[in-house]
């Protein structure tokens, strides 16, 4: 219930029933689950996303995301690619933002593309289509041009995993944060790959971690124009968005 329905019940009688269930939630907590687990919701751009532990909780930041795409160019009616789309936070809010888009959004999980998909089934969009795909590889063998690709990518340095505050390393899907020795891995991939599904002139655009912008943009060095980095609340650069340079093959 929301704030408002709490203080207005406040003195109603709590069944047995719930009672159990309410501390076997608050214990849950006490054992660090983040508490949008145990909601099994998560709200990402105003819109409700259902949420579990086969997913990453959608962040605050991940917003931003959303929100310098929608600063961007686009054509009136642009293909868009989300690699790693998890709960569908990210092609679900640009669903809607940009009605005409076609979006196809991939994720190497299974349960994560089933949750993204009920997710746009609550959103009520039906502009997005989801896709199993490490990476690029379904699209190796198509003619797939986007306008767009959008990677809210894993880029936890393995030495920074024990770093992470526990509800993250105990509950939250590894694979859906830890990129390798440097925290690049799939960075360094989709920078090197991207511009082969881009149109010329197409749009890149990815969360990075806070010390990642100096390396990424030197990544960018070579095919693309454009190389912006937007800051996140803290005033740590997080979102880097670049263009394929078009005069290349
Ligand atoms: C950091 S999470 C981002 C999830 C969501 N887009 C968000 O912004 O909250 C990264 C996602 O990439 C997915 N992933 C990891 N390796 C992948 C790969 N090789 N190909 C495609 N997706 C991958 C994970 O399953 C996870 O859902």
Redesign the pocket.
């Known amino acids: 219930m929301d704030e408002a329905e709490f203080f207005t019940r406040l003195s109603e009688p709590v069944w047995p029933q719930l009672e159990k269930s309410l501390e076997r939630l608050v214990r849950q907590r006490l054992d660090g689950c983040p508490v949008a687990y145990l909601l099994g919701y998560k709200e990402f751009w105003g819109l409700p996303f259902r949420v579990n532990r086969s ?2 909780i ?2 605050p930041e ?1 917003e931003l ?1 959303v929100e310098k795409i929608l600063t961007l160019p686009l054509s009136p009616e642009p293909l868009i690619l ?6 569908g ?2 092609a679900v809010s640009l669903a809607k933002e940009l009605p005409l888009a076609r979006i196809m959004a ?4 299974k349960r ?1 593309l089933r949750l993204a998909a009920e997710n746009a089934r609550l959103n009520q969009v039906d502009n997005v289509r989801f896709i199993l ?3 690029f590889k379904a699209f190796e063998q198509s003619q797939m041009s986007f306008d767009l690709i959008v990677s ?4 936890v340095a393995q030495d920074d995993w024990q770093k992470l505050d526990r509800s993250v390393r105990d509950f939250e ?1 590894k ?3 830890l990129a390798g020795q440097d925290g690049l891995r ?1 960075i360094r991939r989709l920078v090197r790959k991207a511009s082969q599904f881009l149109q010329p002139a197409g749009f890149l655009v990815m ?1 990075i971690g806070a010390g990642q912008a100096e390396e990424v943009v030197r990544l960018l060095e070579t095919g693309w124009s454009h190389v912006e980095i937007d800051n996140d609340y803290a005033g740590f650069p997080r979102v880097v968005s670049a263009q394929r340079k078009s005069d290349l093959a």
């Not at 809210?152 to 880029?155: I, M, R, W």
């Open positions: 997913v990453l959608p962040r991940t995301v989300d690699i790693g789309t998890g709960s936070n990210i991939t994720d190497i999980s994560a795909s490490n990476l809210n990518p894993p880029y899907p694979k859906a944060l799939f969360e």
